[in-house]
């Protein structure tokens, strides 16, 4: 019996979503549009460029991409930077914007970099692809650095994505419609109908009042018709 009552309540929750299935799409609009504007109008855009490096040889069991890594992280490297690209940045900021890492397990590194301007990342980049390789071969033994990928400026921004903003607001928005009917349907104490009464209190009901409605008479029609002409 609990079984039942438990399956009977759990269609009437589906059943009133179905019923209020408009009310929850309005939900999942206010906050997806609500997302889309933020990703469009509040959130800083940020465009990434890449290089790409081959540390060749080396006569080290380090991991090289992980010792060229540490070069570009080394304060003089990174105060070569904020000097030669001229933008105004410091050490300490190019170290945020910086990051690299190894491609498919072999010696090939790919540095990435952060703006809130693709041609100022495009230019760290580039920057970074010229200071970099002679400052690690000094480090690396008999290795051989290779730029095999320049940074090319970016039209879009990687960060952030318009569609996915707008599709997590919209599941957003939905989860919290379903959320909120739901809670309103089960605070609703409200009695409804004899079916509602015998679902709920497993009683049967003796009697109830139908509704009323007045019917007119055929002469009550036709003498308010003759009033009204």
């Not at 759990?10 to 059943?15: L, N």
């Not at 304060?75 to 491609?103: F, P, Q």
């Not at 290779?146 to 039209?155: G, I, M, R, W, Y």
Request: proline share 3%.
């Amino acid at each position: 019996m609990v079984k039942e009552k438990k399956s009977c309540a759990i269609k009437e929750i589906f059943s009133n979503l179905s019923r209020r299935i408009l009310v929850i799409l309005i939900f999942a609009a206010v906050f997806g549009g609500a997302m889309y504007a933020i990703a469009n109008y509040v959130v800083e855009p940020k465009f990434e460029s890449h290089i790409r490096l081959y540390i060749n040889g080396g006569e080290t069991n380090d991991d090289l991409v992980d010792v060229c890594g540490a070069v570009l992280f080394s304060e003089n490297v990174l105060d070569e930077l904020a000097k030669d690209s001229g933008m105004g940045y410091t050490a300490d900021e190019l170290e945020r914007m910086i990051s690299y890492k190894d491609v498919n397990r072999t010696n090939m590194m790919e540095i990435t970099v952060k703006a809130s301007d693709g041609v100022e990342a495009a230019t760290l980049a580039n920057v970074i692809a010229s200071i970099l390789p002679p400052k690690a071969e000094n480090v690396i033994y008999k290795s051989k650095i290779s730029v095999l990928q320049f940074a090319t400026v970016e039209d879009e921004p990687s960060y952030p994505s318009v569609g996915r903003f707008t599709l997590v607001g919209m599941i957003v928005g939905i989860v919290l419609g379903i959320i909120v009917v739901t809670w309103v349907y089960l605070l609703d104490d409200a009695i409804k109908d004899r079916d509602y009464l015998e679902k709920t209190f497993d009683i049967p009901v003796l009697a109830y009042i139908p509704e009323y409605t007045t019917v007119k008479s055929t002469s009550e029609e036709s003498a308010e018709k003759k009033e009204n002409e």
